[in-house]
């Protein structure tokens, strides 16, 4: 499994209040990369299956 989102654009909806909009697209940035972080995590856990390490595989999704 490869997950590629950094062709993802994010754009942000606030036109009145420039900072909540910087502030919505770093939290959207964050959660990108704990996504991306959880499926490299999964994709490892996939590569060398133990036990233990596909119970956490299955909680993790």
Excluded: C, H
């Excluded at 499994?1 to 754009?11: A, L």
């Excluded at 036109?15 to 490892?44: H, M, P, Q, Y």
């Amino acid at each position: 499994m490869n997950i590629d989102m950094s062709s993802v654009r994010t754009k942000s909806t606030s036109n009145s209040n420039g900072s909540s909009g910087n502030s919505l697209d770093a939290r959207i940035a964050t959660l990108k990369k704990k996504l991306v972080d959880l499926f490299n995590k999964i994709k490892e856990i996939g590569q060398n299956p133990t036990e233990e390490s596909t119970k956490r595989a299955e909680m993790l999704q």
